[in-house]
Every structure is written in C-alpha cells, then in structure tokens.
C-alpha cells in the first residue's frame, strides 16, 4: 500500500452485481429455489425452442434473464467518515452493503476493504433459542468474526450493557422480545469493527433500541472508525453524516455533502410529472401477492400535474393489482416533507363501512383514491408514500418515497403578504374579530 | 466506547490485511487460510450442534450410546439366526453389527444433518460473511463426537466378550489395531465430501432434502453393516468396493477382530472414491457457494 492511500479504508471500483430475474433478495420469507422439474423441464423444452428458432443465435438469451442490481459503482470513504447511501427501494443499497460485507460476491469490478466490517444489521445472527444468553454471546460473538480471548474479554461490558444479568443462563427462547434484541445488540455492538455498517436499523425495535442504536452509532464515528450509514430517513441522514451517495436504479447518481445529495435525492428521480410507475425490478418479492402499479395526483381539473394549488383540493391515486386475495388489505398514503417529517398518514379503509366492504379483497386490478381536501398544504415540496398492508399481520409493500410535488400557495389566505408562512399546512381559519 | 484505555487497546486484534473483493471465476481458490481464521468459529457451531440436538431430552447425550445399542439390538434378534449374516467371522453378532454402526451412524447422522444445514442456516448465510463450509463440517463433527462416545460402549463389550467364558468367543486385540484411526479418518473423508455436495445442491435443488433419507437406506444396504462383505459374490466384489464405507466398515471389522476380508487392493478403490467425493465436493461447494446468499 502507498502511504498517500492510507487514509481510504473503502475502495470501490467499478462494482456490479447481477442477479438472475426471480433471485433477487432472498428474503427468507419467500426464498425462490429451482427444483430438478424445472430444471429437466427447461433441458427438455431446450431443443424445442433450438428448432422452434432454426438454431439461429440468440447471443441475449442468457441476458434476457438477468439485470444489474448494482452497476459501474466507484467511490472511496476515508477514515472516520460516516457516509450515507441513500435511494429508493431496489436503487441497489442492500445489494452495495451485501458485497461489502462479503455475504455475496461482486459480479463485476472490485472493492478493497481495509479492516474488519461489522453490521448493526446482524443483530442476533445466528442467535439459538435453545441456548443461554450466555452461550449465545459466545456463539454469536465467534459468528461476528470475535476470537475467543476476545469474547471473555468484553463478556461482563456485554453483558452489563445488555442488562439481562439475572437471565445469563436462561434459554433465549424464554426471554422477551425486548430482552432478545438487547443482548443481540450488546454483542454486535461490542464488535468494536473499523467499518462500520448500519443499514435501517431505526425500522425494527422500540423507541429505546433506536435511540441506543444511534447513540452507538455516534460513539463508533467519535473513535475515528468508518460509518456506512443507509437509511430512508432523511432527518436521521442529515443529522448522522456529512456527506452522501445517492444510488438510483443500481448506479450511483450522485456524491455530495448531505443536504445538497438529500435535495438532489427528494428533486430528482421522479421524473414523470405527478405520476410514478413500478417496473417488476423496483418491488420487492415478498411483496406478492400485492403488486403497486402507479400512483398519481390530479388537479382539481383531473390532469395529472407535478405542482398543484393550494387553494384547490388534490386528489391521490394509487393503482395496484393483487395476484391473490388479501384479507384485512389497507392501501394508504404518508405525506412527508423534504425534511422527512410527517405531515399525516391516511389509509382507504379508514371508514368502518369501506373496511367492512373492501377489508377482504379478492385478486384484481384496483385503484384507490383520495381526495385531499382544499385548503390544507402550505406552499414547498412534498413526498408521497405508500403502504399496503394487514394491521398487525404482515406489511406487504410500502415505498416511503414514491413521489413528489409541489404545492403553489396562490389565492391562499394571507397570500396577500409577500412572506413565507412556516409549517407544512396552510389550512383557511375562520377568524372573528370583535370588539368588546 | 468510554472504557478504551491503551491497556485494552493493545490487545485489540490487529487490522487485517487490506481485503479484495472481486468476482471469482471457475474453480474458486479453496480459501483455507479464511477457515483457519476462523478455527473457533468451527468448534463453536460443533458445540452448538451437540448442545441443541440433547437439549430438552431427558436422557440427555446418553443417547449418543443408547442409539446405536438398540438398533443392535434390534438386528441381533432379526439376523443373528440369519444364514450367513455372520458368516465365518467367528464373532457374536451384536459386537459385529455394533463395530459396524458406529462408523455408519456418524456418516449417517452427519449426512441428514448436514444435507440441510446451509439451508436451516439460511439467516447467517444471507446476513454476515465467514467460511460457509464450517456450516456442513460441523455436523459430521459433531457425529464424530457421538461416534467417539459411542466407541467406549464398544470397548466395554468387547470387555465383556473378552471375559465371559460362556460366551466361547475369543476376543483379543490384533495388531492391526493401530490402523483403526485410518479407517475412521476413511470414513471421515467420505462423510465430509458427500456432506459438501449434499448440503450445496440442497440449497438450488431442495428436492436433494427429500433424496437424503432415501439414499441413506440405500446406502445402508449395499454397506456390510448387518451382514458380511463375504456374503457378496466374488464377481461384484469390484463394484461393491467402489463403496468407501465398504473399506470403512471391513476396516474396523479388520482392525478390532482381525475377519476377514482383510484390507487389499480394494481398499484403495474405496479410498480413491473417498478422495474423489471429498475433492470434488470442497470444488462444487467453493463453485456454488459465490451465489448461495443469492439462491438460498
């Protein structure tokens, strides 16, 4: 190694990674595997197809099934930088960390790693409900890549951290589920890695978890160690790291000190004017049987626009389809602003009566729509998302980002002063005003 | 964290040498320096293996021994009267059959527990890098412990047999006994290496999940364990010794009692075979393994 590249503990070179179509993501929940059927099917359709196509060469056809999950990637992280990655669902973010942790290989490109790579990710990997909470630590501490010496060393820190001192040797299938997440996380947290990689950590676990996890997060960059922060959270990337990458569709579109990329993030991307598409590659498998097609918003007109009047109501379409019949299904919207933060969540089957109607639907094509009243947003920019889910059962697709526009506050009360009004809604109070 | 004083900080473990990940093609590097690395790694999922598999039962790791007594128990009473099951060997049949299982249930056991281990394992594959062939080396080691358990049993009976004079059998150590941690380091290959390819083609093909048990009793009886290898006629005698567990089984037999057939050129057809399953194994699995957090 030259001296002058001591201080890049990342090196990314122009990685790839290709998946076969249907392979993408192994989730667990729904792992796609061949059997030797289909296997000896396709060998058996083989000479069929040859003499179908007059054995012409069909120089794509082993192409036609693969994409890029990641392509012509390049970066470099120094030492002690806390860099966030961010982008939509399918941009490629888990694949990128996947490779850098070494769980699958590049299909291209290189990268070079200097130091161990821990992930906040991992948390209980490998975790037995049989065993103690004691052999676990072991267990799961020998998994992480610790030594032995290394483990007797940090046990009573983990342990103390984790305060499940009176249950050490207890089986962790009788702990709590708050329990578990707390030792799980005390043994990944004292890994103690150069690179660090923390990939939406802040979705699982209570307030607290969070809170511990950001916390250790803070600690890991104050020791000069390197942060891979990937999160949809934009206040929590604003406030975490100084600079990020923003990866759209596998490539990384764009490198900037944080607030520039979240801006460049929230603007760019979403290019159809007040209307966004999912192509198969942008959801996610285990979001079957539920399948988003597009969501759009309309004028009061009914044209789908990217800027729409505040004075005006806004209506909200989601179009989807169900391969199969959901039970319990709600569709709904979040609106966010660009900072991220919440400015309400509303679900289609909000009304008693809709649910009782439409809470069980059959396999089809539907659209779901809402109108927002007039009078409501303030002027600036808006992000729309979506969920689809069965309360408390499962959460079958949701896409925090899925579209944005902006809200043109003209004819609205109090328009006639030329001045920003703060907050994200504008709506028309009654006044009164008396003298008494 | 706050506790980091220059004490604990020098035994801090050093930074590893820069890593390069780049796609692999063909034959992948076998990468044993990483399996080194990651040694306690090995005896950590062992331990755990056993651990699990005894938890929650009341006779606990006795079953190690209680397995193997029982299954000959069960043969003695069905072929101990059989024509030629023991045949010539000059040795009571359960101490025959018991010699014969214990090298048979370790390849056994390890290969039904390590044809689904990488897939029963799924959330490590899919979440943190270490070597993935310590996921399928575990079980057969931690049959190997079993079998080692269950081998004292088989001291004492030889024990037993030895010092009964009833009995009017004649056991006595031969002097081929050395050759004994040979034939299990036989069976040792020969476990790993079908363990390897099942466990990796479970993980495209899970139909090799259903395969397991069925090959398994197959295997059982084209494998001298309830009968003797002298049973079968002389003109498949090649055939049959392209089997390693047939080496691996005379082996012990040979060994412990001194019968016949003893070790001949037909020991190194089994051993070559051995070698084969375990060598192209280790290559399939390094092969497959590049994409097994894609498929799994």
């Known amino acids: ?436 | 964290m706050a506790m980091n004083d220059p004490a604990t900080a020098s035994l801090k473990t050093p930074i590893p040498p820069p890593l390069i990940l780049r796609p692999t093609r063909g034959l992948a590097a076998l990468n044993l320096r990483d399996l080194w690395i990651y040694r306690e790694l090995i005896y950590f999922m062992t331990w755990r293996d056993l651990k699990v598999r005894y938890k929650q039962t009341v006779l606990g790791a006795s079953w190690a021994v209680l397995q193997p007594l029982l299954q000959t128990l069960v043969f003695t009473l069905l072929f101990n009267r059989a024509a030629g099951f023991a045949a010539d060997t000059g040795i009571p049949y359960p101490i025959f059959s018991f010699a014969a299982l214990l090298p048979w249930n370790m390849f056994a056991h390890a290969l039904s527990t390590a044809g689904h281990s990488l897939v029963n394992n799924r959330s490590m594959l899919t979440k943190v890098y270490f070597p993935r062939l310590i996921i399928p080396m575990s079980p057969v080691l931690a049959s190997l412990v079993d079998f080692l358990i269950a081998f004292g049993v088989l001291i004492g009976m030889m024990l037993f047999y030895h010092f009964d004079p009833a009995a009017g059998y004649n056991i006595h150590l031969t002097s081929a006994l050395w050759t004994l941690p040979l034939f299990l380091l036989l069976a040792l290959i020969t476990t790993l290496g079908v363990s390897l390819w099942l466990s990796a083609l479970n993980v495209i093909y899970r139909d090799v999940g259903h395969v397991i048990p069925f090959l398994t009793q197959i295997w059982f009886f084209i494998t001298p364990v309830v009968y003797s290898s002298q049973a079968v006629s002389a003109k498949w005698q090649i055939l049959y010794a392209l089997n390693p567990m047939v080496g691996v089984v005379n082996g012990f037999r040979w060994a412990l009692f001194g019968t016949r057939p003893a070790p001949g050129p037909m020991l190194f057809a089994s051993t070559l075979v051995a070698f084969l399953i375990l060598v192209s194994g280790l290559f399939y699995f390094r092969n497959m393994e590049r994409t097994f957090a894609d498929e799994i």
Not at chain 1, 420 to 425: A, F, K, Q, T
């Open chain 1, 1 to 436: 190694m030259k001296s002058s590249m001591n201080d890049t503990v990342i090196r990314v070179e122009n990685l790839g990674k290709q998946y076969k179509i249907g392979l993408q993501q192994g989730s667990g929940l729904q792992s796609r595997y061949r059997t030797l059927t289909d296997t000896i099917a396709s060998l058996a359709v083989a000479p069929v197809r040859a003499l179908r196509s007059g054995f012409k060469r069909q120089p794509n056809a082993r192409q036609r099934n693969r994409f890029w999950a990641l392509q012509d990637i390049s970066f470099d992280v120094r030492r002690g930088q806390v860099l966030g990655i961010i982008g939509r669902n399918g941009a490629g973010k888990s694949t990128l960390l996947k490779i850098l942790s070494r769980v699958t290989e590049p299909s291209a490109g290189w990268a070079e790693i200097h130091g161990r790579v821990g992930s906040l990710l991992e948390v209980g990997t490998g975790f037995h409900p049989e065993l103690t909470g004691r052999e676990n630590i072991y267990l799961n501490g020998a998994i992480l890549g610790m030594k032995r010496a290394e483990i007797d060393r940090k046990f009573d820190e983990i342990v103390a951290f984790s305060e499940v001192e009176q249950f050490l040797d207890t089986p962790v299938k009788r702990y709590s589920s708050g329990m578990y997440l707390r030792l799980a996380f005390a043994v990944a947290a004292h890994l103690e890695p150069e690179i660090l990689v923390v990939d939406e950590v802040l979705a699982v676990g209570d307030a607290e978890f969070q809170r511990k996890c950001l916390g250790k997060m803070s600690d890991v960059a104050q020791q000069g160690r390197t942060v891979l922060f990937v999160s949809h959270n934009m206040s929590a990337i604003l406030r975490l790291t100084e600079e990020t990458i923003v990866l759209d569709r596998g490539r990384l579109a764009f490198r900037a000190p944080t607030p520039q990329a979240v801006d460049f993030y929230m603007a760019s991307g979403f290019s159809q004017a007040g209307e966004r598409n999912w192509e198969a590659h942008e959801i996610p498998a285990e979001a079957a049987p539920f399948r988003p097609v597009s969501l759009r918003v309309r004028d009061a007109r009914g044209r789908p626009v990217d800027s729409l009047r505040s004075v005006e109501p806004i209506t909200v379409e989601f179009e989807y389809t169900l391969d199969a019949p959901i039970t319990g299904l709600r569709v709904g919207i979040y609106l966010l602003t660009m900072r991220g933060e919440y400015v309400f969540a509303s679900f289609d089957t909000d009304d008693p009566g809709l649910f009782e109607r439409f809470g069980a639907r059959p396999a089809g094509h539907y659209i779901s729509q809402g109108v927002l009243p007039a009078n409501l947003l303030n002027e600036g920019r808006y992000v729309l998302g979506v969920n689809a889910s069965s309360f408390r059962i499962r959460r079958y697709f949701q896409d925090e980002q899925a579209l944005v526009f902006s809200v043109d506050a003209a004819g609205a009360p109090g328009k006639q002063w030329p001045e920003p009004r703060v907050g994200p809604i504008r709506p028309a109070i009654e006044w009164k005003i008396e003298r008494i």
